[in-house]
């Protein structure tokens, strides 16, 4: 077997890791993408290695039943929603699978029954976040290749798959509710009547560099331009977006003229209407601003803190601590079950949101700092502020510190409650508790439909 290799109807029989899938060829496994177990396909090496090889599907023999129709006129060339073409169930149980794999493999642990993965109410339009790039390098797609026609290398969309450089044009994206698409096509179309230049990212020139819509569960709209210098065209354009569409509720922008896209060390302008937008749940109101993290699917975020808060069987009288506590979302929505909460986060901005978060809705048992877990979380803040009876943690993909999971076994709550955007960090650190604490309960949680993501809580209790 050699690269580049041209291997015939072979059939695809497994989902892999990151939403690949594979197919066995004399034992030997390729992963492949835009294939489904049960496809039958002509298939050509991309790359080997001592132990597995890639590849790409040149021709679909037969297609595999767990196929569903694509919503999307994009599947296939944008690098999101991957698992379209596959039904919801199906979509739902490979992910529990996933899970499942995480803790046996990684982990090597022993759990109970998994509970019935909870899926998403909606599929589509679920997203309250998109950001989109303006670039003056489109990707063209096979289609507008064969076609012979000439198109317009100003682009407003996504990034193509691998491509730092090219941007794939975007008519209509399913992820988000309307007036997102609305209000990129016009955004797009002002700037092509008015001639304003698009972001030239391998130069670092060019006008309009960035468009992100946010839409509130509340109904409220947030729209933030990114602008690459300062131009007369700017306030022309911010005019524009407010006449078009009167129910935007936050209008603001930037100008960034760095060599990276990070937000967090920019100074955002509030052009028109609110600095924030809220997002509401139980009756707790949420400010979120241009810079504040909130979960990207609001109605699937309150599935996943119910969940949470229920694994925590909070009384009243339990002090509950919030490791990687964002803007506090998920500290705020159990407080008052608890007689104190207290929540730990890097990012000094997020804490700053939690705290504003925490006044608004007048809950005064609930503290947040900001730092370094592994330093805050020391003898002399446990001692100040109490041992936890209850930690929960909501670290990012990469798991946590090793040596913030040494703290949680010293700190020796009885009960720890694991959210997990990555199943299989989250077992590599179960398995450093294990020792102490047993795995009582799983509950996968699908955030993201059409994604190979899934988050996943677990209940851990004190043997």
């Known amino acids: 077997m050699r690269k580049f290799d041209i291997l015939e109807k072979v059939e695809i029989a497994a989902f892999a890791a990151e939403g690949k899938s594979l197919a066995r060829v004399d034992n030997f496994v390729l992963f492949l993408e835009k294939a489904v177990p049960g496809d039958v396909a002509d298939i050509q090496i991309t790359k080997l290695k001592k132990n597995y090889g890639e590849a790409k599907v040149l021709k679909f023999h037969s297609y595999s039943t767990l196929r569903a129709q694509p919503a999307c006129q994009h599947f296939g060339t944008c690098g999101g929603c991957k698992w379209q073409h596959l039904g919801y169930d199906k979509q739902l149980e490979f992910k529990t699978q996933q899970v ?62 691998g491509r730092f450089d090219k941007v794939l044009e975007i008519d209509h994206c399913h992820l988000q509710p309307e007036p997102s698409n609305a209000i990129r096509n016009f955004s797009r179309a002002f700037a092509f009547e008015h001639g304003a230049s698009f972001y030239d990212i391998k130069n670092q020139v060019g006008l309009l560099r960035q468009l992100v819509i946010r839409t509130a569960s509340t ?80 109605m699937q975020a309150y599935e996943l803190y119910k969940v949470t808060r229920d694994f925590a069987g909070l009384t009243g009288k339990e002090k509950v601590y919030d490791l990687y506590t964002g803007t506090g979302t998920i500290a705020l929505f159990v407080a008052k079950h608890a007689s104190k909460v207290i929540g730990v986060e890097y990012v000094e901005a997020a804490v700053a949101d939690a705290k504003l978060n925490a006044d608004l809705n007048g809950i005064a048992h609930a503290e947040f700092f900001a730092g370094d877990m592994k330093e805050v979380l020391n003898t002399s803040f446990i001692q100040t502020h109490g041992k936890p009876d209850v930690v929960i943690t909501d670290p990012p993909r990469a798991g946590m510190h090793e040596e913030v999971v040494k703290r949680i076994v010293e700190m020796g709550p009885e009960k720890v409650v694991y959210v997990s955007c990555n199943p299989a960090t989250q077992a590599r650190d179960l398995a450093l508790m294990s020792e102490v604490y047993k795995i009582t309960k799983v509950q996968p949680v699908d955030m993201f439909p059409h994604t190979h993501h899934v988050e996943n809580v677990v209940l851990l209790e004190k043997r």
């Open 100 to 161: 499942v794999d995480a803790l046996e493999k990684i982990g090597k642990l022993e759990f109970s029954p998994i509970l019935p993965i909870l899926g998403s109410a909606k599929i589509y339009e679920y997203r309250n976040r998109l950001d989109f790039t303006y670039c003056n390098s489109r990707w063209l797609t096979t289609e507008e290749i064969k076609s012979g026609q000439s198109f317009s290398q100003n682009v407003l969309g996504f990034h193509a798959p």
């Open 219 to 298: 109904g409220e709209i947030m729209v933030i331009v990114w602008f690459n210098e300062a131009n007369e065209f700017n306030e022309l354009f911010m005019n524009a977006l407010l006449e078009k569409f009167p129910q935007i509720t936050s209008l603001a922008f930037a100008v960034n003229n760095k060599r990276n896209d990070s937000m967090s060390d920019l100074v955002v302008e509030i052009y028109a209407g609110k600095p924030v937008i809220e997002e509401e749940m139980e009756g707790l109101k949420f400010r979120v601003g241009p810079k504040s993290f909130y979960q990207t699917n609001s």
